[in-house]
């Protein structure tokens, strides 16, 4: 009896152990989910990045268990042209996304009575035919795809980019669990608004904020701080609570979960900057199989390696025209030796800036020497602490450290030791001890732009009629064909590379159209095709006998 007992519980184990096995061999088959978590304005003022102003405990386990990168950058120190990097993978001065914004207008268009200003041109940035929203890759090949729920990419966001992309919209809508997902949340707590009225409980001392020597140290500065931090904190519990839904879901052992903010600071001399006030973020990249927990990675990233990188965990091909390199996964690339940071028009204020960086040195090139670094922008003037640093400028009390706010004029070029000097304030461009290093970033610089090109270097009226020539009169897209053929449905257009969003009169959400369809019985379909940065196609409608 004894000896049938102990084997019977060998064969209990054996059973358990293939078991295992096939679910370790079944998981290895199944292509990984990826989940964003992204916020806004927000530079790395988290525990795990040393700042202990907050409490960030969500945020701290997530860096426990992933990869936390120390060298991350935006393209841009402002959204809307940094998140048309994210989902296009080039940057905004290759397809005319620079300027703040193109296609829409901001909020605080109101507080503006300058005709000449409010003349501004509207257009959508253009990249070349065939260029997607990399997520449709991801449609394509069979994940569903959805966006909760910010666009902002200087271009109407097409009907093929996502299944779902609303506040509704997440991975738990997908119509079979056993699909992977891409899915994106953002949450826009910490946004630049959040220091224009209380948004979040107070957690912040006063006295323990460290006032950057850019600031005046006054009590408006410290209070706009004070709500900033307020808001991190309150979006450290978002973190955790999207968190915890994976894992109430049972996803967290198939999921890669990436965290980054979409640019820096929301507050002035960060955001809409190309100091790393201004384009330095946070990211931690979480790996289901506790690959890399708690280590940090010091190479560059940038927003523009996003997408090829994304593509690659997934292990679908990387189109030729995306601009940016893969530092995750097999394919990964040499890393980086320079990031390239921009800025353009800011709502009404004209500017351009280049910069590029290494690990240690950052160049600015400024091509508007002529303009002071505070232009006007109305929405920015909102905050309390920016009305207060301007009065002081006018006043001429602003100290040294802040003469980024009072020049009224800029150098041609700048340099800044990033270690010796992490705020960018002492120029080191005219120190013959760094004319070697100013050199190198220059012709970095320089070797970028033969590379890529750079549109930013032409006045608006005119790029608009490079992104639609002649006229810079916006062409539309051709509007689909439909054809059936032994009840296979094939959709087609005439404009080149465009993408094609169709739907049965049965369903709700439209569908990216990547292969002829099978249709079984009669039915009504409705599509429409979409070029990115041209007007879509009328719909068309057509019962499928």
Excluded at 263 to 275: C, F, I, M, Q, S
């Amino acid at each position: 009896m004894f000896a049938f007992h102990r084997m019977f519980e060998f064969k209990k184990l054996i059973t358990t152990l293939a078991l295992v096995c096939l679910s370790t061999f079944l998981q290895a088959q199944q292509p990984y989910n990826i989940l964003w978590l992204s916020v806004e304005d927000m530079s790395p003022h988290l525990n795990c990045y040393g700042d202990s102003t907050v409490p960030t405990p969500n945020i701290n386990k997530l860096a426990s268990e992933g990869v936390r990168y120390t060298n991350a950058y935006s393209t841009y120190g402002v959204c809307a042209p940094s998140r048309h990097s994210i989902i296009t993978g080039m940057y905004p001065s290759s397809t005319g996304a620079m300027a703040m914004r193109t296609w829409t207008r901001t909020s605080a268009i109101d507080d503006i009575t300058d005709p000449e200003l409010l003349n501004i041109p509207v257009y959508e940035a253009t990249p070349p035919a065939g260029v997607k929203c990399f997520s449709e890759y991801f449609r394509a090949a069979g994940y569903y795809c959805t966006n909760n729920s910010k666009t902002d990419y200087q271009f109407r966001p097409p009907l093929t980019a996502w299944d779902e992309s609303s506040n509704a919209a997440h991975w738990r809508n997908r119509p079979d669990k056993q699909m992977p997902f891409f899915a994106v949340f953002n949450n826009g707590t910490t946004h630049e608004s959040g220091t224009f009225k209380r948004r979040s409980p107070r957690v912040t001392d006063l006295s323990k904020i460290k006032v950057p020597p850019y600031y005046p140290d006054i009590p408006e500065v410290r209070e706009d701080l004070a709500k900033h931090y307020d808001n991190i904190h309150a979006m450290d519990q978002w973190v955790g609570e999207m968190m915890q839904q994976l894992e109430d879901d049972e996803l967290l052992d198939n999921t890669i979960v990436v965290f980054f903010s979409d640019h820096g600071d929301g507050l002035p001399r960060a955001k809409r900057w190309v100091y790393d006030s201004g384009i330095k973020i946070p990211l931690i990249v979480r790996w289901p199989n506790g690959k890399g927990a708690g280590t940090v990675n010091e190479n560059l990233v940038s927003f523009i390696d996003f997408a090829p990188t994304m593509l690659s965990l997934a292990n679908l091909p990387i189109p030729d025209y995306m601009e940016g390199q893969v530092f995750l996964g097999e394919k990964k690339a040499t890393p980086r030796k320079y990031i390239y940071a921009f800025r353009d028009r800011m709502d009404p204020a004209p500017e351009t800036i280049r910069a590029v960086r290494d690990k240690r040195f950052k160049y600015v090139r400024n091509y508007r020497p002529d303009l002071p670094y505070i232009g006007f922008i109305p929405y920015r003037d909102r905050a309390q602490m920016t009305k207060e640093i301007l009065k002081m400028k006018e006043e001429g009390k602003l100290g040294e450290n802040q003469w980024q706010f009072w020049a009224e004029k800029k150098p041609l070029e700048e340099l800044y030791d990033t270690e010796t000097d992490p705020h960018e304030i002492n120029n080191l461009a005219t120190n013959p001890n760094y004319f070697g290093k100013l050199a190198e970033l220059r012709q970095a610089h320089f070797s970028f732009m033969d590379e890529f090109g750079d549109l930013g270097m032409m006045p608006e009226t005119e790029l608009i009629k490079k992104l639609w020539p002649p006229n810079g009169e916006q062409p539309t897209t051709a509007t689909p064909s439909v054809k059936v053929e032994n009840k296979v449905m094939t959709l087609s257009s005439e404009t080149e590379g465009a993408s094609i969003a169709y739907r049965f009169s049965d369903a709700e959400n439209w569908q990216l159209y990547s292969e002829p369809v099978s249709v079984k019985k009669q039915k009504q379909v409705e599509a429409m095709a979409i070029r990115i940065g041209w007007k879509p196609s009328e719909y068309v409608t057509q019962v499928l006998r």
